[in-house]
Nanobody, 129 residues
Framework: QVQLVESGGGSVQAGGSLRLSCVVSGYAGSSSCMGWFRQAPGKEREGVAAIYTGDDNTFYADSVKGRFTISQDNAKNTVYLQMDSLKPEDTALYYC??????????????????????WGQGTQVTVSS
């Protein structure tokens, strides 16, 4: 059974940094599209970044390009989201998501939550001005 567990959220001031981690179990040795999403109160879930674990190809939302970096550590079965230069508008509940084994990331579809099959429970990020 695939499980995703996020950690690393917290409260920071604007301009600060956080690194989110997503530990994946039940997927060892397999490639798929892994994504980070966020959802603020009253807003729809938004795709932030994605990575295809087979070749490290990455995708980013325009709102986070140049500030956030998605990466993976295969040995630790972990996907990271390094968030720098945080802004108050980055405040949200952040989720890790995984597509099924063998499914890649595509530029047109990676931000769509319906493309992902497995989800973590979320970790809160709060950025104060």
């Amino acid at each position: 059974q695939v499980q995703l567990v996020e950690s690393g959220g917290g409260s920071v001031q604007a301009g600060g940094s956080l690194r989110l981690s997503c530990v994946v179990s039940g997927y060892a040795g397999s490639s798929s599209c892994m994504g980070w999403f966020r959802q603020a109160p009253g807003k729809e879930r938004e795709g932030v970044a994605a990575i295809y674990t087979g070749d490290d190809n990455t995708f980013y939302a325009d709102s986070v390009k140049g500030r956030f970096t998605i990466s993976q550590d295969n040995a630790k079965n972990t996907v990271y989201l390094q968030m720098d230069s945080l802004k108050p508008e980055d405040t949200a509940l952040y989720y890790c998501a995984a597509d099924r084994v063998g499914f890649g990331c595509y530029s047109g579809s990676w931000p769509d939550p319906d493309e992902y099959h497995y989800w973590g429970q979320g970790t809160q990020v709060t950025v104060s001005s």
